[in-house]
């Protein structure tokens, strides 16, 4: 394969998969940027809404809109920062780790038909493979849009 079909592989796939990402999303009452709000949330505790947003992979004005409906279903919570006053804190509240834990299954089939044809060891060197990628890319500088890089 050439290097520069790697693109549209990646796209085929990340096409194919949306549609089952979004029928889990759906099923739990959640929006994709909710899900993953709260997935980054779940292994980041303790972020502002603007370091939130940078992982989310958006800006911070649609993180204050993802993050509005989960602070009113009670899936996350805001807390001052005591370190700094003026900052305030999201965290999973219980019934937000709950929720994370009933799609958990679900997610986990959809990321299960990725490698369906792959064996066990072809599995992690697929996903060493994924994060070999996006550490390159990651390495490669400022990202041409000016966004800045996620860092988890």
């Known amino acids: 394969m050439q290097t520069s079909n790697f693109t549209y592989v990646i796209k085929q796939v990340e096409m194919a998969l949306r549609p089952h990402f979004l029928a889990v999303c759906k099923q739990a009452n959640l929006t994709p940027a909710q899900y993953t709000a709260l997935s980054v949330l779940?292994?980041?505790p303790g972020l502002t809404s603007s370091e939130l947003a940078r992982r989310s992979l958006v800006r911070a004005q649609t993180m204050?809109?993802?993050i509005e409906p989960l602070l009113a279903e009670g899936l996350v919570r805001r807390e001052q920062d005591p370190a700094h006053g003026?900052?305030?804190l999201l965290h999973l509240t219980p019934l937000g780790v709950e929720r994370l834990a009933?799609?958990?299954p679900r997610i986990r089939a959809v990321e299960d038909l990725i490698v369906a044809e792959l064996d066990a060891e072809s599995r992690e060197?697929?996903?060493?493979y994924l994060r070999s990628a996006r550490h390159s890319l990651d390495s490669a500088g400022p990202r041409p849009?000016?966004?800045?890089r996620p860092t988890d």
Not at 125 to 128: G, I, V
Not at 145 to 148: A, I, K
């Open 86 to 88: 003026r900052r305030m």
């Open 125 to 128: 060197n697929f996903a060493r």
């Open 42 to 44: 779940e292994r980041r």
């Open 64 to 66: 204050a809109a993802t």
């Open 102 to 104: 009933e799609i958990a």
């Open 145 to 148: 849009s000016g966004r800045p």
